[in-house]
């Protein structure tokens, strides 16, 4: 209730000048920004002294701030003690916890994917459980991130209450300290080609993807596929010393562009690189963003990879933590990153927004090029060199993530099906045909573009101007839109298929085993070994 008491359209113009001097410099309206500080200091000390009933002014600030920052870009944020803790754990790539991802909801907690043989794995916990309560806590009281709950002291004990297949169990967890890995996996592919999977740019990435990188020509790779799909990057700083394993000393990466001066900075290569002449792909998809996207597109730009996929995510914003008073921070975005071409991939415009308050994603490209002179374009996310079909999201199939039925097929499949060795994995017509019966039996919908055009069109306002045959004929409309819906099952099956795959391969056998799957049945590495074999090909895209 507290929370609708102090409305957006006040607060907002109010705090948005405070945070601008705590987080940045003095501007020359001085006396306008100390008459908004003191407005909004005699408002909140009124509101708390005198409000009807108790107020939690802890609450109220916390509201108050992240209404603020919405009004921004998503990636500013307000980062409490516990936040701030969170922040150095996910870059630093080591907590002690359960080894589980785990995903929150409003009463629940749903364990997306237990880490094989880690504490969370050794209890028993699988994809799928719903964690209703942790110790003596119900999740569904807990207002903050129960997840955090999870978290502790190494060699500490937690009992979890879980729900799996309407059965609810209480298990024991001996929390250990977690290594969350770069580089999770790399192998070859055949006698010449080594595989490196990059999962995040944690303080970890260089180090580990070089290690990678050496074992891998120590076993006689001559040419290297490095897979940022998924990647949603992390620090600047090991984006540019991950180039640098394949470009020379002194080549300019990334560079920052910011109205603060000292956050305009050139960021060069440093090092020897360890190869700069073995023939290299890079894989992004729509998941690859920011570090992913840094590497991907200066990669490019400087023709030192073949870039294959699907256009990545169009993170173009640079973050950097403000310490504030008390422990906590201010995760702001401080300047656009620009490749070596000159190019920002930012994809949405959080300053100009439609009429439901939506970033403007960009539809108009500017050409750069190349060293080599190829063209890229800006404003979209890293375009790659050959895209791979397959990769492209669709609404359809976001839809179907975003609602949890990929994830919730994939938990029924894997308690109705034994399945012994990898090899014996096969998603068959009858599995997809199933898949669509599963998708006509759940409640699950999605409104697509047209739809909504549709419905704005033939509001209640107009229903009356337009008359009953009119109206008759779009219902029919709408209905028929419905059962295309379902029909594009089918025409989305690739994409479809392969994220369920994909999620059936985890439930057996964990994400190494679909690493291991990849080898031999990923088109998008297929066709990257593909056109490595084919050294003419390879040099043609380039050049």
Known sequence: MMQKLISKKVLVPILAVTFLIVGSSFRSDFFEIAKQIEIFTTLFKELNMNYVDE?????????????????????????????????????????????????????????????????????????????????????????????????????????????????????????????????????????KTGYIVLAKFNAKATSQTKAALLDLKGKGATKIILDLRGNPGGLLSEAINVSNLFVPKGEL?????????????????????????????????????????????????????????????????????????????????????????????????????????????????????????????????????????ELNTNALTMALEQNNIIFDFATDYHYQNTIENLSDISFSANDFNAFKTYVAQSDFSYETPSEKAIKEAMDDANSDVFGVAVQQKYDALLAEIGKSKFLALDLHQRGIKKKLEDEIVKRYFYREGLYEHYLTHDEAILAASELLSNEVKYSDILQ
């Not at 009992?159 to 996996?185: C, F, H, M, N, Q």
């Not at 921070?329 to 070596?340: A, D, E, G």
């Open 253 to 389: 990466i990334v560079t920052t562009k910011s109205k603060v001066k000292k956050f305009n900075s050139e960021y060069r290569t440093k090092k020897k690189a360890v190869d700069t002449e073995i023939p290299l792909v890079v894989l992004v998809n729509g998941s690859s963003a920011s570090a992913s996207e840094i590497v991907s597109g200066s990669l490019q730009d400087l023709d030192r990879a073949v870039i294959m996929g699907a256009r990545s995510f169009g993170k173009g914003l640079v973050q950097r933590p403000m310490k504030l008073t008390y422990g906590t921070q201010l995760k702001v975005t401080i300047s656009r990153y620009y490749t070596s071409s000159g190019r920002c991939i930012q994809s949405l415009d959080y300053w100009n927004r439609d009429e439901e308050g939506n970033a403007v994603r960009n539809t108009e490209f500017n050409e750069f090029k190349t060293r080599n002179g190829r063209k890229v374009q800006d404003g979209g996310g890293v375009l790659p060199d050959i895209v791979i079909d």
């Open 55 to 191: 107020t939690n002014p802890a609450e109220l600030m916390d509201t108050a701030i992240k209404n603020m920052l919405n009004e921004l870009d998503p990636y500013t944020k307000f980062l409490n003690e516990q936040d701030v803790e969170a922040y150095k754990i996910n870059n630093a790539g080591e907590y002690s916890g359960i080894g589980a991802l785990v995903r929150s909801y409003e009463d629940r907690l749903l364990v997306i994917e237990p880490y094989k043989d880690y504490p969370a794995d050794k209890a028993g916990l699988k994809a799928g459980d719903e964690i209703i309560k942790i110790g003596d806590i119900n999740v569904s009281d807990f207002n903050d991130n129960a997840s955090e709950l999870l978290k502790g002291a190494n060699n500490s004990s937690v009992a979890v209450t879980y729900k799996r297949l309407g059965k609810l169990s209480t298990t024991s967890i001996k929390r250990e300290a977690i290594e969350v890995d770069a580089v999770p996996y790399y192998h070859m592919v055949d006698d």
